[in-house]
C-alpha cells in the first residue's frame, strides 16, 4: 500500500532494516479495531494479537480500554474515508515507542500541529484522541510484553539488513536509480500482516512490512520489494481506466503491485523470483505451474499487463517489452 508520488533524484545504498515500538503500537490498536482496506492481502498478523492478548489474560489483567471501546472506535474509522491516513501515519513517527505520534493527535486542536489539516472537523479530532488515548494506556505494557520480545529477534532483523543490502539491492538499484530512492529504511513488525506500506519522506523511502515466523525468514525483505513498486504502478494509466470504483482502483492497484515484484524479480535473478511468488501464493506449488498460479492469483487485465510489462522493461531493460 503506498501513500505518495517518487521524485527523481540520484541513488545511493543508503538503508537501514529495524523493528519499530511505534509501529507495532499502532498497528496493534487498528488490528484491535478492525480497520483494514481493500485488497485481498491481510492488513494485520492476527497472531500478533492474540499473542499479546493471551499474555494479559494469563497475567490476570482485565481487559483494556481499547478492548471495550474497539466496535465503536472502528465503526468511526470505517464510515470516514479520511481516516484512510491513519495506515501510513507511523512512519512518520517511527524512531521511538509511539509517544510522539500519541502527542501529536491528543493536541490536534494546538497552533502548528501538522497534522490539524489531516483531520480537519471536531468530530475527527474527538475519535482520534481517544484511540490515541486507549493507544497511550496500552504503550507501557506493550513496549515491556514478552510475547512481543519473542517476536522481535535481533538477530533475525540483523540478518534481514545484511541480506537487504548484499542481495536485494544490487538486483534493485536500476530500478531505485530511475525512481531517484537515495535512501530508505524498512521497519519490520509483527503487528502487520502481507499488505505493507510505503511513504516518501524527503529524499528517504520509509516502508513498513510485517514479520510472520509462519512464512518464510526472507519474506519481509519480498514484501518490501513489492512496496516499492507501487511508485511504478501508480504510473499505469490503464488502471485508472479500468476502475469502477475508487475501492477497485485500490484493489487493482494493490495487485499490479504484487505482480510488478515477479517482474522486476524475473530479470535479474529467476531464483528470488519464484521464491516471491510462493511466498505470495502461500504454498509450495510445483515449479512448472507457479507462475500461471501466481498469475492467476494475482489477475490482471491484458492492458494493464502490457503497459507494466512495459514500464518495467523501459526502467531494468531500456527496453518495451519483459520476455517471460
Not at 540478518?159 to 531517484?180: C, I, N, T
Not at 490503464?238 to 470504483?245: D, F, I, W
Request: with cysteine; glycine share 6%; hydrophobic share 40%.
Amino acid at each position: 500500500m503506498w501513500a505518495g508520488v517518487a521524485q527523481a533524484q540520484p541513488v545511493a545504498s543508503d538503508w537501514e532494516v529495524r523493528p519499530s515500538a511505534a509501529l507495532d503500537l499502532w498497528y496493534y490498536g487498528l488490528a484491535a479495531v478492525k480497520f483494514t482496506g481493500p485488497g485481498s492481502l491481510p492488513y494485520y498478523n492476527p497472531a500478533f494479537l492474540t499473542a499479546l492478548r493471551a499474555e494479559r489474560r494469563s497475567r490476570g489483567l482485565r481487559d483494556s480500554r481499547l478492548e471495550m471501546e474497539s466496535a465503536r472506535l472502528g465503526d468511526a474509522f470505517r464510515q470516514d474515508t479520511v481516516f484512510e491516513a491513519l495506515h501510513f501515519l507511523p512512519l512518520y513517527y517511527s524512531g521511538d515507542d509511539g509517544s510522539r505520534l500519541i502527542a501529536s493527535l491528543q493536541s490536534l486542536s494546538a497552533s502548528g500541529n501538522a497534522l490539524a489539516p489531516v483531520f480537519p472537523t471536531s468530530a475527527e479530532r474527538k475519535t482520534l484522541r481517544q484511540f490515541a488515548a486507549d493507544l497511550d494506556a496500552e504503550r507501557p505494557y506493550l513496549t515491556q510484553s514478552s510475547a512481543r520480545a519473542k517476536l522481535i529477534d535481533d538477530r533475525l532483523i540483523a540478518k534481514l539488513d545484511a541480506q537487504w543490502k548484499s542481495e536485494f539491492l544490487p538486483v534493485l538499484s536500476p530500478y531505485l536509480r530511475e525512481l531517484g530512492v537515495r535512501r530508505g529504511v524498512l521497519l519490520v513488525s509483527p503487528a502487520l500482516g502481507s499488505e505493507g506500506r510505503i511513504v516518501r519522506i524527503g529524499d528517504a523511502e520509509v516502508i513498513a512490512v510485517g514479520m510472520d515466523d509462519s512464512l518464510s525468514p526472507t519474506a519481509p525483505l519480498f514484501a518490501a520489494v513489492r512496496e516499492l513498486c507501487f511508485p511504478l504502478v501508480g504510473r499505469i494509466k490503464a488502471l485508472t481506466a479500468e476502475a469502477t470504483s475508487r475501492l477497485g482502483a485500490i484493489d487493482m492497484t494493490n495487485r499490479a503491485a504484487t505482480r510488478c515484484g515477479a517482474m522486476l524479480l524475473d530479470i535479474s535473478n529467476a531464483t528470488m523470483a519464484a521464491e516471491y511468488r510462493r511466498i505470495y501464493l502461500g504454498s509450495t506449488s510445483d515449479e512448472r505451474s507457479l507462475s500461471r498460479n501466481f498469475d492467476a492469483r494475482f489477475p490482471l487485465t491484458g492492458a494493464t499487463e502490457k503497459s507494466l510489462r512495459g514500464e518495467i522493461g523501459r526502467v531494468m531493460l531500456d527496453t518495451r517489452t519483459i520476455e517471460r
